[in-house]
């Protein structure tokens, strides 16, 4: 195999075109990214097998006409990948190694390690397809058969552990998350090398992030069917709050589920009274759970304790597929919005330097998933009401109170921007008009807005609203992002201690004036949804899926992946 498959990573042209962004094409999908033909070299004319095979991807040659299309959304499609690997080996046989074969087998199967669907890869099939060709002489075209379906199969299983089976292109039509700056040759040097190097288990395990925060949910991912193979954790009886001071057999299951959890130590779960240790313990539970923590197992706290544990698992296994979307962007300086987490951070060099809680989109109004970068900053901002909050929130407190305008200090504009009477306008019927609150400590944009480029007016900013941080569940706001403490991110943006520390920006708040700043580097922002945590003991966390949105990713994930076209049991071509 040698120098032949490396020059297939190395040398040809189209491969430069494919951007990866975390799906395996189906075998009808459209072909997105290419710039160049294939040329088909002849098979070796002394290989059976060879003309074999290249009499199967012959025909496949006119579908893959020069094309240039967006860079939105650019995917590899694994048939252009096989015929481009086989042409530049002459078509010559790839899983000839019994042992690369056996490897193949094993790694399919451990796939489920990453909450993928071994079954989707048709290892049976390919297991007694090898059998077969073992104990009997096969024709050139079964063992053409086998290695094509081999070949299909082992880069579909490594593109989705490196990059997911879903494509969130296709569950969100904003979805700009594009993988620029990813070179996709390095990606498929690792899996040919390893194939040349007879080393294939090297490429399954290099090929799924390698990050910390993977490894975790990989391990809370085996914990969990651990507990769903002994029966799932214990049921807590919900007929009624379980307090402190209460003696019953719920709360014997209450110490049994929360031992079974990790947050009471297992030596206490034959007591039935609801003492210090168990208030601690339902305070931690509830603490990571976004849930209230009064030390009380109320309704709500009960049915988080009851989810069933096939439940968890696959927001386990929606979450890893996440992972797989996103984790390769999460490198150098840059901030990211967990929306479902109700938090921000800024990392440098990869690393935490900063965290805050955040409020977000209501679900009626929820804050969308995109990446972006940060290009200005806004010191006393005024705020332009929204078309949609103007009808749907303002209309009705102006109508009911004349005075709340002035009180809020908002001005009614016309389209020149010439202030206009309140008293004068039909509020019944208002057109033409546009609100603007003026800059001051009331501003519902607070003192400073963190800009970044996008289609739907989405930004960072300080609030007055700072009671509501207090609250577990912070899906508060019309879609921006409200931030707890917003001039400690805006001295880490600009990072200049001399013109912008802490001083610098009170100073420059201090003068009252509306002023756009820009940035000396742009800082990429990423807006990214996880309905899970990794504690810092290593405990996997829940969060509620505040959008809905683990549903649709649930069901694409358990969709069957497209299978190989070969037929692995072909006798003839």
Known sequence: MGQLSRLFVI???????????GTVLAENSPIEPTTSAISVVEAAPDDNVAQAIHGVLEPLVSAFPPLITSPRHQRVDVSRVVLDFYAHRGFRAAWADDNDVAQLLKSLGDT???????????????AAAHTSMQTS????????????????????ALLQ???????????????????SGVDPREDVNVFFAALDDHDVARAFAQAPPQEAVYGGLRAALAHLRAVRGRGGWPRVADSQSLKPGMDNVAIGQLRARLAAGGYLDPRLVKRTDYDGALIAAVKKYQTEQYLGADGVAGATTLAALNVPVQARIDQVRVNMERARWLLYKLKGTFV???????????????????RSRVQVGKPFRSTPIFQSEITYITFNPTWTVPPTILKQDMLPKILSNPGYLSANRIRALDREGKTLNPSTIDWNNPRGITLRQDAGPENSLGQVVIRFPNDYAIYLHDTPHRDLFAKNNRATSSGCIRVENPLQLVELLFNDP?????????????????????????????????????SSDGRVVFKPDVYGYDDPVLKALNRPSPVPVMDLQAKAL
């Open 11 to 21: 040398s040809h042209v189209f491969i430069m075109g494919f951007l990866i962004s």
């Open 161 to 179: 552990l490196r990059r997911g089976k879903v494509d969130p292109s296709r569950l969100d039509m904003h979805w700009n998350f594009d993988p």
């Open 336 to 354: 990211i919005v967990d929306i479902a987490g109700y938090k921000v951070a800024m990392y440098r060099d990869g690393s935490p330097i900063w």
């Open 137 to 156: 002489e096969p024709t050139p075209a079964q063992r053409a058969s086998f290695d094509l379906a081999a070949t299909r199969t082992y880069i579909t």
């Open 498 to 534: 001399v013109r912008w520390s802490n001083a610098g920006i009170q100073r420059q708040l201090a003068n009252g004036r509306t002023e756009n700043i820009r940035l000396p580097v742009k800082v990429p922002v990423l807006l990214a949804y996880w309905t899970v945590d990794m």
């Open 112 to 126: 489920q390690i990453d909450g993928l669907d071994p079954a989707d890869f048709r290892i049976n099939d390919l």
